[in-house]
C-alpha cells in the first residue's frame, strides 16, 4: 500500500480537471454507489453540504491544488492515526 498522508477536514481543494474549489468534510469514506472507499468527501466551496448528489469523492492523488488546510490539533491527529491504520489493514487485505 502507498503511504499516505491526509488532509485536515475544513481543507479547501481543486481536483485535476475541476473548475470548483471543494471542502473536504470527511476522510475514509465509502461511497453508497459502488462501496468503494475513497480517502475524502467533499463539498462545493462556499456552499457546503446542500445534498448527497452534491457530494464529491476522491482521493490524494486527483487533487490538482491546494488553497487552504482545514485546523489541525492533537485529537485530529489520534484520530488520523486510527483511519490511516485502518486504511493500511484494509489495503493490506485487498492485495
Same mark, same amino acid.
Given at each position: /500500500?502507498?503511504?499516505? %498522508?491526509?488532509?485536515?477536514?475544513? %481543507?479547501?481543494?481543486?481536483? $485535476?480537471?475541476?473548475?470548483?474549489?471543494? /471542502?473536504?468534510?470527511?476522510?475514509?469514506?465509502?461511497?453508497? =454507489?459502488?462501496?468503494?472507499? #475513497? =480517502?475524502?468527501?467533499?463539498?462545493?466551496?462556499?456552499?457546503?453540504?446542500?445534498?448527497?448528489?452534491?457530494?464529491? /469523492?476522491?482521493?490524494?492523488?486527483?487533487? +490538482? $491544488?491546494? #488553497?487552504?488546510?482545514?485546523?489541525?490539533?492533537? &485529537?485530529?491527529? +489520534?484520530? #488520523? &492515526?486510527?483511519?490511516?491504520?485502518? /486504511?493500511?489493514? %484494509?489495503? =493490506?487485505?485487498? =492485495?
Amino acid at each position: /500500500m502507498k503511504n499516505i %498522508s491526509l488532509l485536515p477536514i475544513g %481543507s479547501l481543494v481543486s481536483l $485535476k480537471k475541476g473548475t470548483r474549489k471543494l /471542502m473536504i468534510i470527511g476522510v475514509n469514506q465509502i461511497s453508497s =454507489e459502488n462501496k468503494k472507499i #475513497y =480517502e475524502y468527501s467533499a463539498c462545493l466551496y462556499p456552499y457546503g453540504y446542500l445534498n448527497s448528489d452534491e457530494l464529491f /469523492m476522491f482521493n490524494n492523488d486527483n487533487i +490538482e $491544488k491546494v #488553497y487552504h488546510l482545514g485546523f489541525a490539533d492533537k &485529537e485530529l491527529e +489520534e484520530y #488520523y &492515526e486510527d483511519v490511516l491504520w485502518a /486504511m493500511k489493514k %484494509s489495503g =493490506e487485505k485487498n =492485495e
